[in-house]
């Protein structure tokens, strides 16, 4: 790890930090001179994640983790906590966790799936925010992982794409209200994403195959194909570091073409 990185000296915390995303996040932000913390749900995959970062060649200083419910307003403050008193700072955060629910028209959209979504997305984003914004200084960025769907919509995702927008309602509010902070906040939106999260969008979305659901999401991406998770990992890196400094209330979108 390079302490002259773009990120040198730097702290972040990352939820749905052992996702493929989130991973990929970590690793860039690692590579810049961050040090990492990553929160999740999964405490196997938080440790695979570490283990992975650590193999990269990133010291055991660099990387922590906790398993963290990003709906627990008590479990995402003590996740904070625990990153600013491992590395005495917070510079960057990133709102990354997510679930999609299910895909069906809004008359049969389940109540708590839609709640639960909600939750994840919405109050995580929230509540992440919350607890990190008092630890932040001039310099700082925030970035809520949004979607293609937050800045467009589909049918049969009523739950997904409504989350995904709120989260730009969020995003655009901390934005006017820490700008005299010197804090930037901005969403950042992939399209699909080459992973088993979006896998499992592709299939509950189409009812086919895993394979054909691929291929029929490749047809609607402009790009003809998936984003690999480094290619959202260094528009992340972009967002968080200074190349960025000039960039507040913004919405990036990733995603191949999909929304244009």
Request: some cysteine; aromatic content about 6%.
């Amino acid at each position: 790890m390079s302490a002259m990185g773009r990120l040198g000296g730097k702290a972040a915390i990352i939820t749905g930090g052992e996702g493929s995303i989130g991973l990929a996040t970590a690793r860039a932000f690692a590579a810049e001179g961050a040090r990492v913390f990553l929160a999740g749900i999964s405490e196997p995959d938080l440790k695979a994640a570490a283990a992975t970062l650590d193999g990269d060649g990133f010291t055991e200083h660099a990387v922590a983790w906790a398993v963290t419910d990003v709906r627990d307003s008590a479990q995402v403050k003590a996740a904070v906590e625990a990153t600013v008193g491992r590395f005495g700072r917070l510079d960057i955060v990133v709102a990354n966790a997510g679930v999609f629910g299910t895909s069906k028209p809004i008359a049969d959209y389940p109540e708590d799936d839609f709640d639960n979504v909600m939750a994840v997305h919405v109050r995580g984003a929230f509540l992440l925010c919350k607890h990190a914004v008092p630890h932040l200084s001039a310099g700082a960025s925030v970035i809520i992982t949004s979607s293609v769907v937050g800045i467009t919509a589909a049918p049969g995702i009523a739950g997904y794409a409504t989350a995904k927008h709120a989260q730009v309602g969020l995003m655009r509010t901390m934005a006017a209200e820490l700008a005299p902070r010197g804090i930037r906040v901005n969403t950042i939106h992939p399209g699909p994403v080459d992973n088993a999260f979006q896998a499992q969008v592709e299939v509950t979305a189409t009812g086919a195959g895993a394979a054909q659901a691929q291929a029929i999401f490749d047809g609607m991406i402009p790009l003809g194909r998936h984003a690999r998770p480094e290619e959202i990992a260094r528009s992340m890196l972009y967002l968080a570091s200074d190349d960025s400094s000039f960039m507040t209330g913004a919405t990036l979108a990733v995603d191949g073409g999909m929304s244009s």
